[in-house]
C-alpha cells in the first residue's frame, strides 16, 4: 500500500509570494490533517479536512489555507509568504480523525528568503 | 510555558544501553498519549498510542504514563543505530488528531 506523499519535497519562495502544496493521502484514508514543523515551536496543527469539509483548524492566520478534492487529496496555500513560515510543511491521512491512526507523509520543505 | 515540555536532549548512548525519553505536560484534561519516531528527511511515524496511566510495551518499546505526575516516558531497550532519531511525544484530551499538542523532540544517536 502507498503512503502518503508530498509534493513538492523542497521549495524556495520569496516573502510576498503565495505557494501551494500538495497530499495524495493513503488509498481510501477520507481524512487529511497539514501540520507545520520548526525547530522553535515544534509540530503544530494546522487543520483537518473530511470528505472535502474543513472540520478543524488550528491557530493560524487567514494566510493560510487548504482544500480538499473528492478523491480525498489535498492542497494547502499560503499566501503573502513571511520568513517565519519557513518550515516543513507535513500531511497526514487516516481512515478517521484519529490521533493513533495517523500517518504522515514525508513533508514539503519551504524556505522563504 | 508549554503545555508539553520535552527533555530537549541530544542524547547519545552506546549500542545496547537502555535509553529513557521523557515529557512533562500541564493540561490535565489530556487523556491520550503518544509516541512518534522521526528519521531525517521523514515524516514522524507513530510507535506507541495510549490511553490514560499505565504502561505498554510493544517490543523494545514500553511507554508509561503517570497522570498524577503529569509526566510520561518512553523506554527503549537493547537499543540500536537504527534507533537513532528524533522522537516526539505528543497528547490530546480526546482521540481526535486535531488536538493533539506535541513536544519539541528528542535527538538520539546510538553509537555502534
Known amino acids: 500500500k502507498a503512503g502518503v506523499t508530498q509534493t513538492p519535497r523542497y521549495l524556495i519562495k520569496t516573502r510576498g509570494q503565495q505557494v501551494t502544496l500538495s497530499c495524495s493521502p493513503i488509498?481510501?484514508?477520507?481524512?487529511v490533517s497539514w501540520y507545520q514543523q520548526t525547530p522553535g515551536q515544534g509540530l503544530q496543527f494546522l487543520f483537518e479536512y473530511f470528505s472535502e469539509t474543513q472540520r478543524n483548524k488550528g491557530n493560524f492566520p487567514g494566510r493560510f489555507s487548504g482544500r480538499q478534492f473528492s478523491n480525498s487529496r489535498s492542497e494547502m496555500n499560503v499566501s503573502t509568504l513571511e520568513l517565519g513560515d519557513s518550515a516543513l510543511y507535513l500531511c497526514a491521512s487516516s481512515l478517521r480523525d484519529i490521533a493513533g491512526e495517523q500517518f504522515f507523509g514525508p513533508g514539503t520543505r519551504l524556505t522563504v528568503l | 510555558q508549554k503545555e508539553v515540555e520535552q527533555d530537549p536532549g541530544p542524547l547519545s548512548v552506546p549500542e545496547g544501553a537502555i535509553v529513557s525519553l521523557n515529557c512533562t505536560y500541564s493540561n490535565s484534561a489530556f487523556q491520550y498519549f503518544m509516541w512518534y519516531r522521526q528519521y531525517s528527511r521523514k515524516g514522524p511515524e507513530l510507535l506507541m498510542y495510549t490511553y490514560s496511566s499505565g504502561n505498554k510495551e510493544d517490543g523494545r518499546f514500553t511507554a508509561q504514563v503517570d497522570k498524577s505526575s503529569k509526566y510520561i516516558s518512553l523506554f527503549i531497550r537493547d537499543s540500536q543505530p537504527s534507533d537513532s532519531a528524533t522522537y516526539l511525544c505528543a497528547m490530546s484530551p480526546n482521540t481526535n488528531a486535531g488536538k493533539s499538542t506535541f513536544g519539541d523532540g528528542t535527538t538520539l544517536t546510538v553509537k555502534p
Open positions: 488509498s481510501g484514508h477520507r481524512s
